[in-house]
């Protein structure tokens, strides 16, 4: 007989859920989970005034009905164009209507194909995964007070109440040329990951978000880290997905 191997298909699940927080009166976060496609969006919009608002839920709009079959390099560049094309709106609608101020938003993604993921970002929201009882972040913040720690001008211990830790570097929306970062990463069976916003883990600490990751309905995971952070109290808006590689049926 001859010696196949057949590896075990990873099925995906997820759940999610977005809440305005405690002191904030918009929520401009937005979420979008493309379960099958297996793709998934936080947008964590800034601006105030509904600007953050526009500019998230344009991201998510114009991800909505994005072509993603091919390979995953034709899925990541049509998900660079998408942004780019967004980028470019948002840059046009502000300075049509005057505004004063910034008007943008962070981008995060999760996209997975076969064994291997790819995490697009810009700013702030982050991308974890959960591993052999270990969280692990995946993104780079794209931040003042990361570019302060990446040249030793701080330690990890002055970043964690830092007053700029609200200041980014980059976003979709403020600048003419928009510069995303890309991971890719093999996936294993039993990972889970988890799409944020910095709503999150500004108010719960890293330890206590590994906790609540640890359990087995995926929902449950989202419901216990929203409702940490707003017994933290949750001063800004937060929004998460979590997302879990679980095994799937193997091929006749």
């Known amino acids: 007989m001859d010696d196949i191997?057949?590896?075990?298909?990873?099925?995906?699940?997820?759940?999610?859920?977005?809440?305005?927080?405690?002191?904030?009166?918009?929520?401009?976060?937005?979420i979008l989970s493309l379960n099958d496609n297996q793709f998934w969006v936080v947008a964590d919009g800034m601006g105030g005034h509904a600007r953050g608002d526009v500019a998230s839920k344009n991201i998510v709009t114009a991800l909505e009905d994005i072509t993603l079959?091919?390979?995953?390099?034709?899925?990541?560049?049509?998900?660079?164009?998408?942004?780019?094309?967004?980028?470019?709106?948002?840059?046009e609608y502000?300075?049509?209507?005057?505004?004063e101020g910034m008007m943008g938003s962070t981008?995060?993604?999760?996209?997975?194909?076969?064994?291997?993921?790819?995490c697009l970002w810009v700013?702030?929201?982050r991308l974890y995964r959960y591993r052999n009882h270990k969280l692990a972040q995946i993104s780079r913040d794209h931040s003042q007070v990361q570019e302060m720690l990446d040249m030793g001008m701080i330690t990890p211990e002055q970043a964690e109440n830092h007053p700029q830790g609200?200041?980014?570097?980059?976003?979709?929306?403020?600048?003419?040329?928009?510069?995303?970062?890309?991971?890719?990463?093999?996936?294993?069976?039993?990972?889970?990951?988890?799409?944020?916003?910095?709503?999150?883990?500004?108010?719960?600490?890293?330890q206590s978000i590994a906790e609540s990751l640890t359990h087995r309905d995926v929902q449950q995971c989202c419901d216990e880290l929203i409702e940490k952070t707003i017994?933290?109290?949750?001063?800004?808006?937060?929004?998460?997905?979590?997302?879990?590689?679980?095994?799937?049926?193997?091929?006749?």
């Open 5 to 30: 191997t057949c590896r075990r298909p990873i099925s995906w699940v997820s759940a999610q859920r977005t809440d305005v927080g405690c002191v904030r009166k918009v929520n401009e976060d937005a």
């Open 69 to 91: 079959g091919g390979s995953m390099r034709d899925c990541v560049a049509n998900i660079e164009n998408t942004l780019i094309n967004v980028n470019d709106q948002l840059i």
């Open 94 to 99: 502000s300075d049509s209507m005057s505004l």
């Open 107 to 118: 981008f995060v993604s999760l996209l997975v194909s076969d064994e291997f993921a790819t």
């Open 123 to 125: 700013g702030d929201s």
């Open 166 to 206: 609200n200041v980014i570097t980059r976003a979709v929306g403020v600048e003419a040329e928009l510069n995303l970062d890309i991971e890719a990463f093999r996936i294993l069976t039993g990972d889970t990951y988890l799409l944020c916003s910095d709503g999150l883990y500004n108010c719960v600490s890293e």
């Open 231 to 252: 017994a933290s109290g949750a001063n800004d808006n937060v929004s998460v997905i979590v997302v879990r590689g679980m095994p799937g049926k193997l091929p006749l």
